[in-house]
């Protein structure tokens, strides 16, 4: 079955399966950073029901993210360019950087909220909640009816490299072989432990397993018990 033209699946919620991106995104160059467009397609028969499409503050990102020379665009594991969409809300990170919220919906005919101007965009939304990577660490960002809620909830300045979100618990890696499993809820840490590089994290449901790199042809995997 075809869903659509498309590059990720993004949410499932029968009997749709909402999926983003696709061949062009708008019609000028800068509109592959700049603008997003979800799509939801019938898994009964793969037909597109509708489409939307979001560009929050599109020229003032204009100057402040373009580049002419696409290649030097920061793509692929850089995350330049996020969609994230939990029940009736639509995340979008323009670069990766700056993110706003959008309600499942026609996005010319809305205002987004602006829910993070810095870091990178890594995770989520999970539990109304996402997850941005800062120069101290990572910050749990969740917006609230009249205010928005951030939480430095792992302080570290080794570089991010995987997040895992499972059950209650966000277990989130890093450069130096850090492993932190902390509270979706309310950021409190569950598990803080030592290992090897961290490249990818695995969840059953009784391990947490770290698997690390060591160099093109040998990998560690490191587990620990499941709190």
């Given at each position: 079955?075809n869903?659509?033209?498309?590059?990720?699946?993004?949410?499932v919620?029968?009997?749709?399966?909402?999926?983003?991106?696709?061949?062009?995104?708008?019609?000028?160059?800068?509109?592959?950073v700049?603008?997003?467009?979800?799509?939801?397609?019938?898994l009964?028969?793969?037909?597109?029901?509708?489409?939307?499409?979001?560009?929050?503050?599109?020229?003032?990102?204009?100057?402040?993210?373009?580049?002419?020379?696409?290649?030097?665009?920061?793509t692929?594991?850089?995350?330049?360019?996020?969609?994230?969409?939990?029940?009736?809300?639509?995340?979008?990170?323009?670069?990766?950087v700056?993110?706003?919220?959008?309600?499942?919906?026609p996005?010319?005919?809305?205002?987004?909220?602006?829910?993070?101007?810095?870091?990178?965009?890594?995770?989520?939304?999970?539990?109304?909640?996402?997850?941005?990577?800062?120069?101290?660490?990572?910050?749990?960002?969740?917006?609230?009816?009249?205010?928005?809620?951030?939480?430095?909830?792992?302080?570290?300045l080794?570089?991010?490299?995987?997040?895992?979100?499972?059950?209650?618990t966000?277990?989130?890696?890093?450069?130096d072989?850090?492993?932190?499993?902390?509270?979706?809820?309310?950021?409190?840490?569950?598990?803080?432990?030592?290992?090897?590089?961290?490249?990818?994290?695995?969840?059953?449901?009784?391990?947490?397993?770290?698997?690390?790199?060591?160099?093109?042809?040998?990998?560690?995997?490191?587990?620990?018990p499941?709190?």
């Amino acid at each position: 079955m075809n869903l659509g033209l498309a590059d990720e699946t993004n949410d499932v919620q029968p009997p749709l399966a909402i999926l983003s991106g696709g061949p062009r995104y708008g019609t000028e160059p800068q509109d592959r950073v700049l603008t997003f467009e979800i799509h939801a397609a019938d898994l009964r028969n793969g037909k597109v029901q509708w489409k939307y499409t979001f560009a929050p503050d599109y020229d003032q990102n204009f100057a402040r993210f373009y580049t002419k020379n696409i290649r030097d665009l920061c793509t692929g594991a850089c995350g330049w360019r996020s969609i994230g969409i939990e029940r009736k809300s639509v995340y979008v990170a323009v670069y990766g950087v700056r993110v706003y919220r959008y309600r499942l919906g026609p996005g010319h005919s809305q205002h987004p909220l602006l829910v993070s101007d810095e870091g990178r965009y890594i995770g989520g939304p999970y539990r109304g909640a996402i997850y941005v990577a800062r120069n101290d660490g990572i910050w749990m960002i969740r917006p609230r009816a009249h205010s928005i809620e951030s939480m430095l909830i792992v302080q570290s300045l080794s570089p991010f490299r995987v997040i895992t979100i499972s059950g209650k618990t966000a277990y989130i890696g890093f450069a130096d072989g850090n492993l932190r499993g902390v509270d979706v809820d309310d950021g409190h840490t569950v598990l803080d432990a030592g290992t090897c590089p961290i490249t990818r994290i695995s969840v059953s449901s009784t391990r947490v397993y770290a698997v690390c790199a060591l160099d093109a042809s040998h990998w560690r995997v490191v587990a620990f018990p499941r709190s």
